[in-house]
């Protein structure tokens, strides 16, 4: 009954709407404006809220994103776009040491209530310096919070709860999942940033993942269950802060545990979601839990090496199957 | 023109907040060789023309964002000494309950964005902040202040580029003392900052930072500029480090003369001096006045309540979302 929308454009309908609902909401970045972004995701504000609130920039991401932070300690709520999230490294500064740190380092008199987007992931060769996946970085800052949503509803949703959030939000949005359909979001189901989603439920272990590889998880359920294997599984949404409770709880009835990401294995998220497990659902695991995960390289050009990088469903059956055996 | 004794008032506001960051620097000085001051702390002394100039010329509304050595802009922005001494002795009444010490005194309400530990970061937030007042179409306008030293990292070429292209309401105040930390200043940057300027199509004016009425003045012109849509612009202001790049810097790198030809460089002697000409006793007494009312903060601060761990805690996010 429900109509269908692209993960894309129901982030450009957030962006719209909270424009719209609010004059201090403003979209910048780097050919975001006249050309719509690079994927399309702002397509259209320009024409709808002006060049006073809808900024191309220069390719100066230090200074955009920095600005972006004065801006939020100003009374806007800046909406900032870097086109690749390997770009970051370009604006650090601004978000570990300004951005994370404005409340607490002011005693909690002053914050920097801004939105970055940026696309993470592969597939598309587009070689070691446009294809990471740095979200662990972010998960890792005090102050920071990151998000990362595989679903257009989803993606809506969270893209408003980041707008209105207090503080500084990473909003990591796979390329990959840019042209997929998903029902159109519904108000009222609004989505809390760390609020996990189970997105099937099952008995024998848990999946856990976020953003795209949620789809190859639900695959790896699919033929699961055809060998008898009853997988629940879990879309995290959210990294920081993450779910806690729903992960511990699923465990604790699942008992086994299997995480999902496209990040690089060492060090990623699923490093620390399996150390908190350890710590605290110690006791509910009948086996160890198990990593799904880019290997420790960078992110390969040619297609046929981006192909096995990247985690699929093959890769989270194995892991399954080595857990319940 | 202005009447003579609007002239006398301004000088004499001028002598004040000249004398306020100077005692208030020498307090910090001996506080801090007492261990009154953990961390480590930077001196502006011998440049508080600059700061005090600069801020005489703001509006309510307009904001300041600063750098490692921002005592002095905290000051003359009007940041209230008892919380300024908490701050930086690390107490919980202190500006910022003593989450940043003397690297990051802020106050929003007084426009003042904060000190900043790192190199060039202020001149973005100041950036960013200008953007907001033009979003707003408000009248203010927003400062950096940034040594010559920072005028070699690249975001503050990034955010000169920006401002022109944008026209945006953001006076940059290089506050030039000739020292990039323990290097000179022409051993790092290539060419003058004017050359700077002028390559972003951005007004350059340059004045020495000895002399707080002249930065007023030349802030006064600036600001009106900016204020009436002229863009940004860019006030350079030549001036000397009375003292290392922080307290306690042997100077190892820096001959004693060189420090002794910095000293006779003395904003706070040439406005005591202009001012002894126009009301003679005044000096002694604003002096003696200011002096008061530090001993009166640095009992507060001492006297005050050590910073909370929960309530740093909780400052981490506005609610916390950690369990």
Same mark, same amino acid.
């Given at each position: 009954?429900?109509?269908e929308?692209?993960?894309? #454009?129901?982030i450009n309908?957030?962006l #719209?709407?909270?424009?719209?609902?609010?004059?201090?909401?403003?979209v910048?970045?780097?050919?975001?404006?006249?050309? &719509? &972004?690079s994927?399309?995701?702002?397509? +259209?504000?320009l024409?709808?809220?002006g060049?006073h609130?809808? #900024?191309d920039?220069?390719i100066?991401?230090?200074?955009?994103?920095?600005?972006?932070? &004065?801006?939020?300690?100003?009374?806007?709520?800046p909406?900032?776009?870097?086109?690749?999230?390997?770009?970051?490294?370009?604006?650090?500064?601004?978000?570990?040491?300004?951005?994370a740190?404005?409340?607490?380092?002011?005693g909690?008199?002053?914050?920097? !209530?801004l939105?970055?987007?940026?696309p993470?992931g592969?597939?598309?060769?587009a070689?070691p310096?446009?294809?990471?996946c740095?979200?662990?970085?972010?998960?890792?800052?005090p +102050?920071?919070?990151t998000?990362?949503?595989?679903?257009?509803?989803d993606a809506?949703?969270?893209m408003?709860a980041a707008v209105?959030?207090?503080?500084?939000?990473?909003f990591i949005e796979?390329k990959?999942?840019?042209g997929a359909?998903g029902?159109?979001p519904?108000a009222?189901n609004?989505?809390?940033i760390?609020?996990?989603?189970?997105?099937?439920a &099952?008995?024998?272990?848990t999946?856990?993942?976020?953003?795209?590889v949620?789809?190859?998880?639900?695959?790896?359920?699919e033929?699961?269950a055809?060998e +008898?294997?009853?997988?629940?599984?879990?879309?995290l949404?959210?990294?920081? !802060?993450?779910d806690?409770?729903?992960?511990?709880?699923?465990?604790?009835?699942t008992?086994?545990?299997v995480?999902?990401?496209?990040?690089?294995?060492?060090?990623g !998220?699923?490093?620390?979601?399996?150390?908190h497990v350890?710590e605290f659902?110690?006791?509910?695991?009948?086996?160890p839990?198990? #990593?799904?995960?880019?290997p420790?390289?960078?992110?390969?050009?040619?297609?046929?090496?981006?192909?096995?990088?990247? !985690?699929?469903?093959?890769a989270i059956?194995?892991?399954?199957r080595?857990?319940?055996? | 023109m202005?009447? %003579?004794v %609007?002239?006398a008032?301004?000088?004499?506001?001028?002598?004040? =907040?000249v004398?306020?960051?100077?005692?208030?620097?020498?307090?910090?000085?001996?506080l801090?060789?007492?261990?009154?001051?953990?961390g480590f702390?930077?001196?502006?002394?011998?440049?508080?023309?600059?700061a005090?100039?600069?801020?005489?010329a703001l @509006?309510?509304?307009?904001t300041?964002?600063?750098?490692? @050595?921002?005592?002095g802009?905290?000051?003359?922005?009007?940041?209230?000494?008892?919380?300024?001494?908490a %701050?930086?002795?690390?107490?919980d009444?202190?500006? $910022?309950?003593?989450r940043?010490?003397?690297?990051?005194?802020a106050?929003?309400?007084?426009g003042?964005l904060?000190?900043?530990g790192?190199?060039?970061?202020?001149?973005?937030?100041?950036?960013?902040?200008?953007?907001?007042?033009?979003?707003?179409?408000?009248?203010n306008?927003?400062?950096?202040?940034?040594g010559?030293?920072?005028?070699?990292?690249?975001v503050?070429h990034e955010?000169?580029n920006? =401002?022109?292209?944008?026209r945006?309401p953001?006076l940059?105040v $290089?506050?030039n003392?000739?020292?990039?930390?323990?290097?000179r200043?022409?051993?790092v940057l290539?060419?003058?900052?004017?050359?700077?300027?002028?390559?972003?199509?951005i007004?350059?004016?340059?004045v020495?930072?000895?002399d707080?009425?002249?930065?007023?003045?030349?802030?006064?012109? $600036?600001?009106?500029?900016?204020?009436?849509g002229?863009?940004?612009a860019?006030?350079?202001?030549?001036?000397?480090?009375?003292?290392g790049h922080?307290a306690?810097?042997?100077?190892?790198?820096?001959g004693?003369?060189?420090?002794?030809?910095?000293?006779v460089v003395?904003?706070f002697?040439?406005m005591?001096?202009r001012?002894?000409?126009?009301d003679?006793g *005044?000096a002694?007494r604003?002096?003696a006045?200011?002096?008061a009312?530090?001993e009166?903060?640095?009992?507060?601060?001492?006297?005050?309540s050590?910073?909370?761990l *929960?309530a740093?805690?909780?400052?981490v996010?506005a @609610?916390?979302?950690?369990s």
């Amino acid at each position: 009954m429900s109509s269908e929308i692209k993960f894309g #454009r129901a982030i450009n309908q957030a962006l #719209r709407e909270c424009m719209a609902a609010d004059d201090a909401v403003i979209v910048i970045g780097e050919d975001i404006a006249g050309a &719509g &972004g690079s994927f399309g995701v702002t397509r +259209g504000l320009l024409n709808e809220f002006g060049e006073h609130r809808v #900024r191309d920039t220069p390719i100066s991401e230090a200074a955009i994103v920095g600005a972006a932070v &004065g801006a939020a300690m100003c009374g806007l709520r800046p909406v900032v776009e870097i086109m690749f999230m390997d770009f970051v490294t370009l604006a650090m500064d601004a978000l570990v040491n300004q951005a994370a740190k404005m409340r607490f380092m002011f005693g909690g008199r002053a914050s920097a !209530p801004l939105v970055l987007r940026t696309p993470h992931g592969g597939g598309l060769s587009a070689g070691p310096q446009h294809s990471q996946c740095l979200e662990a970085w972010f998960a890792h800052v005090p +102050g920071l919070k990151t998000v990362c949503p595989s679903t257009p509803a989803d993606a809506y949703h969270l893209m408003k709860a980041a707008v209105a959030d207090p503080d500084p939000v990473i909003f990591i949005e796979n390329k990959s999942l840019y042209g997929a359909s998903g029902p159109a979001p519904q108000a009222e189901n609004a989505v809390a940033i760390g609020e996990a989603k189970t997105l099937r439920a &099952g008995t024998d272990l848990t999946i856990l993942a976020y953003g795209a590889v949620c789809r190859d998880a639900l695959k790896a359920a699919e033929m699961l269950a055809s060998e +008898g294997v009853s997988a629940e599984v879990i879309d995290l949404r959210s990294l920081q !802060p993450w779910d806690k409770d729903a992960v511990l709880a699923s465990v604790a009835r699942t008992h086994r545990l299997v995480v999902v990401h496209e990040a690089v294995r060492d060090f990623g !998220p699923a490093a620390e979601i399996c150390a908190h497990v350890a710590e605290f659902g110690f006791f509910d695991l009948d086996a160890p839990p198990e #990593r799904v995960a880019a290997p420790f390289m960078p992110p390969p050009f040619a297609p046929d090496l981006e192909r096995v990088f990247r !985690p699929n469903a093959e890769a989270i059956i194995e892991a399954a199957r080595r857990s319940v055996s | 023109m202005a009447s %003579e004794v %609007e002239n006398a008032e301004r000088t004499r506001a001028l002598f004040r =907040a000249v004398c306020l960051i100077r005692r208030v620097e020498e307090r910090l000085e001996r506080l801090f060789a007492d261990g009154e001051i953990p961390g480590f702390i930077h001196l502006s002394i011998g440049q508080e023309g600059v700061a005090a100039g600069v801020a005489s010329a703001l @509006r309510e509304g307009d904001t300041v964002a600063s750098n490692h @050595r921002g005592h002095g802009h905290a000051l003359a922005q009007g940041v209230a000494l008892k919380p300024f001494f908490a %701050e930086v002795m690390g107490r919980d009444e202190g500006a $910022c309950r003593g989450r940043g010490g003397s690297m990051h005194v802020a106050d929003i309400s007084r426009g003042m964005l904060g000190a900043n530990g790192i190199v060039g970061a202020g001149a973005p937030l100041a950036l960013g902040s200008a953007l907001a007042h033009q979003v707003k179409n408000s009248a203010n306008i927003a400062v950096a202040y940034f040594g010559d030293g920072a005028v070699a990292e690249g975001v503050i070429h990034e955010c000169l580029n920006l =401002a022109a292209l944008w026209r945006l309401p953001v006076l940059f105040v $290089c506050e030039n003392n000739g020292w990039s930390e323990f290097s000179r200043a022409d051993a790092v940057l290539a060419v003058d900052l004017e050359k700077f300027a002028a390559a972003y199509g951005i007004a350059f004016t340059c004045v020495l930072g000895e002399d707080a009425e002249t930065v007023a003045s030349a802030a006064e012109t $600036c600001l009106a500029d900016i204020r009436s849509g002229a863009g940004p612009a860019l006030l350079e202001c030549r001036t000397e480090r009375h003292r290392g790049h922080f307290a306690g810097d042997s100077q190892s790198y820096r001959g004693a003369e060189d420090v002794e030809r910095a000293e006779v460089v003395d904003p706070f002697a040439v406005m005591r001096t202009r001012l002894e000409r126009l009301d003679p006793g *005044e000096a002694a007494r604003i002096d003696a006045e200011v002096a008061a009312e530090i001993e009166a903060a640095v009992a507060y601060a001492r006297a005050a309540s050590p910073s909370e761990l *929960e309530a740093a805690y909780n400052d981490v996010y506005a @609610r916390s979302a950690l369990s």
